[in-house]
């Protein structure tokens, strides 16, 4: 079958660092993505990584290697705003993405 | 804002039913995908349009079915609605199938509730 495992929950303080970690197992692979979403509210695209390696936008990085079908998102400078659902989600074909279940965030003052 | 509209927001049918839900695509986008969210999970793919053709499905029996019309707007249907059907259909769309950037966006949903 297909999967991809992340946590069900983290927990950080405003300001800090949190590392979000995904595993996949999928039968193709053109990439991982990452996805924000907050309650009620529409998935919004956060990163992409087709090759190995880290990519960087802003407080945001991600992660792949995918000799170890493994990827991470990292948050930096964490905001109350950034208080939400996140998903990771692998292309394995030309036309689907397979998600995992998400990781929600939660942020302490 | 993405440039994804849905309609309608928010439904209630009851088992056995039929329902249509829409989506617009953001301009030049000629791609669109419908997912299925049910509460606490995460999106489950259903299947893609592209250039008005089904280019690819998920794991959902006939009874979930589709269009995309030549402004690349596209329908879901869902026929003989079940209790398990009560979840957030999300709309994406894309240009180029989102291979290259891997990047969808995003309506807001339509949230059904089946009873």
């Known amino acids: 079958g297909q999967s991809l495992e992340q946590p069900s929950e983290v927990t950080a303080v405003e300001g800090a660092i949190v590392q979000i970690n995904c595993t996949y197992q999928?039968?193709?692979?053109?990439?991982l993505s990452w996805y924000q979403q907050h309650d009620g509210g529409a998935p919004t695209f956060l990163s992409y990584n087709a090759l190995d390696g880290l990519e960087e936008t802003g407080r945001f990085s991600s992660f792949l290697s995918r000799s170890d079908s493994y990827g991470y998102l990292l948050l930096q400078e964490l905001q109350m705003k950034d208080s939400a659902s996140y998903f990771c989600a692998v292309r394995s074909s030309n036309y689907q993405l397979i998600w995992g279940a998400g990781t929600k965030l939660i942020i302490k003052p | 804002e993405t440039g994804v509209t849905q309609s309608p927001t928010h439904l209630i049918k009851t088992r056995g039913q039929q329902v249509t839900l829409r989506c617009s695509s953001q301009s030049g986008h000629n791609t669109v995908s419908w997912y299925q969210q049910a509460l606490g999970q995460g999106p489950q793919f259903i299947f893609q349009y592209y250039r008005e053709e089904e280019n690819g499905r998920g794991n959902f029996p006939p009874r979930f079915s589709g269009l995309q019309f030549p402004n690349y707007s596209s329908e879901l249907n869902v026929n003989a609605l079940e209790l398990d059907d009560s979840a957030l259909y999300l709309c994406?769309?894309?240009?180029?199938?989102?291979?290259?950037?891997?990047?969808?966006?995003f309506g807001e949903g339509s949230r059904l509730t089946v009873l």
């Open positions: 999928t039968s193709g692979f053109y990439g």
């Open positions: 994406a769309s894309s240009s180029g199938q989102g291979k290259d950037t891997g990047e969808l966006f």
